[in-house]
């Protein structure tokens, strides 16, 4: 089975230019997540999605920062215009979303360096 | 609200001895508890969760962890450490009727040959 599937894995740009990031969940995952992971820190989860659903969205940054994920399936995360403090990593996660007790599996990450 | 402590930012082992990473949590019910470890470039790998029944929870590559109530921990073991075990490791708890996954910062193991 294919796990998350994330692209790019590693991006660089300059400040104030836009950056978006490509999510791919596990099969059959209904619920989406996306995190950032700053350096020597746990993940602190962004949004989260049930279906084409953002049910919980109030951590992400919204002047800058949009997610979608328009049939369910794939997610994009986008960054405009991009901060020297955006540059972290960016995790995507999904699980089955039937019940509170399913695990979370995650992807590789994009590493974004905002010059 | 809940978090989680990781109050170790390193762990140094020899190889072939026992691994300890410690975790403590604080949720408003019983909690549901998960480790993660991540290797360098590399997301987070899931190793195991606690739910509910047996305070000894067994994961994958031979680790495990004790749930423990009255001390609110939730600590990571493994009998006899390798070396290829040396990576960042992740507690993390979530609280019933919340979806939300709170992380610590994370500790870094390191095996020595």
């Known amino acids: 089975e294919a796990g998350v599937v994330q692209s790019p894995r590693y991006k660089i740009i300059e400040k104030k230019q836009p950056v978006a990031f490509w999510c791919n969940p596990i099969?059959?995952?209904?619920?989406l997540y996306w995190y950032l992971q700053n350096l020597g820190q746990g993940p602190e989860l962004l949004i989260r999605y049930e279906n084409e659903e953002a049910v919980d969205d109030s951590q992400l940054p919204k002047d800058r920062f949009s997610a979608e994920r328009l049939k369910g399936v794939d997610s994009t995360l986008k960054i405009q215009p991009a901060e020297l403090g955006d540059s972290a990593v960016y995790l995507c996660a999904s699980s089955l979303g039937r019940t509170l007790t399913d695990t979370q599996y995650f992807g590789p990450g994009t590493r974004l360096t905002v010059l | 609200a809940q978090s989680v402590a990781q109050p170790e930012d390193q762990v140094n082992v020899a190889e072939g001895n026992p691994l300890t990473v410690k975790c403590t949590y604080s949720?408003?019910?019983?909690?549901?508890l998960f480790w993660y470890v991540q290797y360098p470039n590399r997301g987070l790998q899931f190793l195991l969760k606690y739910i509910t029944g047996d305070n000894l929870v067994k994961g994958s590559y031979g680790f495990e962890a004790e749930f423990n109530k009255s001390q609110t921990s939730f600590h990571l073991k493994k009998p006899s450490a390798l070396v290829s075990d040396s990576a960042l490791y992740f507690c993390?708890?979530?609280?019933?009727?919340?979806?939300?996954?709170?992380f610590g910062a994370g500790t870094t193991v390191t095996v020595r040959a």
């Open positions: 099969s059959g995952h209904n619920t």
């Open positions: 993390a708890v979530r609280d019933p009727g919340d979806y939300k996954l709170s």
């Open positions: 949720v408003s019910g019983n909690p549901y």
